[in-house]
């Protein structure tokens, strides 16, 4: 079995306005010059999804963490569970499944 894997390297010139446009593109996707170069040619095209959009969810996913240790920890000191917190858990999965939805399906992806 080979230690390293094959690779095969290709030089490109650019002129300058060239240079300067795929400098912008990688800048505005928070890439190196070389890793835009190489995904794009690879792949066709770079799709980038705003992730500060996200917050929301974030904070939603670590409330239910919280919730679920705090029941979790109830469940093992009293050896049981109540329905309410069940209930309560249930909710706030189905307003998380109802933030997904509304922000991240239905915002375009930003295509360069």
Request: glycine share 4%; hydrophobic share 35%.
């Amino acid at each position: 079995m080979r230690k390293y894997k094959q690779v095969k390297e290709k030089k490109v010139t650019y002129d300058l306005d060239e240079w300067r446009e795929v400098e912008r593109r990688a800048a505005k996707l928070k890439m190196k010059t070389g890793t835009y170069i190489k995904r794009i040619s690879a792949d066709g095209n770079i799709s980038m999804c705003d992730m500060g959009q996200i917050a929301e969810l974030i904070k939603e996913i670590k409330i239910i963490g919280c919730n679920i240790n705090q029941i979790a920890h109830k469940a093992n000191e009293l050896n049981s569970i109540h329905a309410g917190d069940i209930k309560e858990l249930q909710e706030e999965h189905d307003h998380l499944c109802r933030i997904i939805s509304q922000n991240l399906f239905t915002q375009p992806l930003t295509k360069l």
